[in-house]
């Protein structure tokens, strides 16, 4: 079955970077568009960016536009998320997900197929 | 934006029970809607996608209906592992997820 493993993640200060790494397995990497979504304590799911199977498109929700940056490596079947400029509110658990797309009665739908377990990231002084 | 609201934001029910969870978007997302469940502690879990197509895998008490605005999530017959938060998501535009809906032991 799939696999997917999130590193990385830990303390660090406001205004602080820190690298996640999401190790993938059992897929076919480089076929696959991959996101991260994050969960604060306590609180709901929230889509963070995307990335296409080649690395030609990615996207970034709001909150963390022109801060975070993704990308992949496909020769290590590796995604990654640099964060800068590190705020209190992006403390929470980071996931790495594998998207699938499926036609479903003449239109593409999109959704997260499979979950990494998550690494935590903590912004605090 | 499109804004995701789930109804209610929790429920107490009891084994056996049918229960329904409820998702509205705040503009027609056709049948862009996936639903997923979550343990404490764990990563969420897909169960739903196109808003009726069951995952591979997830028993059969799960369904889903909706098309536009308005979609629910059903369990036909709540068993002791489905005790659990329930999230929809859309993925018409960026993808966003409803805030969840919290299934506890009446």
Redo the contacts between chains.
């Keep these: 079955e799939v696999q997917l493993l999130e590193s990385g993640g830990g303390l660090v200060q406001p205004g602080g970077s820190l690298r996640l790494s999401c190790a993938a397995s059992r897929f076919t990497f480089s076929s696959y568009a991959m996101s991260w979504v994050r969960q604060a304590p306590g609180k709901g799911l929230e889509w963070v960016s995307d990335i296409s199977g080649s690395s030609g498109n990615t996207y970034y929700a709001d909150s963390v536009k022109g801060r975070f940056t993704i990308s992949r490596d496909n020769s290590k079947n590796t995604l990654y998320l640099q964060m800068k400029s590190l705020r209190a509110e992006d403390t929470a658990v980071y996931y790495c997900a594998k998207e699938e797309a499926t036609m479903v009665r003449g239109v593409i739908i999109y959704y997260f197929e499979y979950w990494g377990q998550g690494t935590l990231v903590t912004v605090s002084s | 934006d499109i804004q995701m609201t789930q109804s209610p934001s929790s429920l107490s029910a009891s084994v056996g029970d049918r229960v329904t969870i409820t998702c509205r978007a705040s503009q027609t997302i056709?049948?862009?809607l996936?639903w997923?469940q979550?343990k404490p502690g764990?990563?969420?879990?897909?169960l739903i996608?196109?808003a009726s197509?069951l995952?591979s895998g997830v028993p059969s008490r799960f369904s889903g209906s909706g098309s536009g605005t308005d979609f629910t999530l059903t369990i036909s017959s709540l068993q002791p592992e489905d005790f659990a938060t329930y999230?929809c998501?859309q993925?018409h535009s960026?993808?966003?997820?409803?805030?969840?809906t919290k299934v506890e032991i009446k």
Excluded at chain 2, 94 to 100: D, V
């Design positions: 056709s049948t862009y996936n997923y979550q764990k990563a969420p879990k897909l996608y196109a197509s995952q999230y998501q993925s960026s993808p966003l997820f409803g805030g969840g």
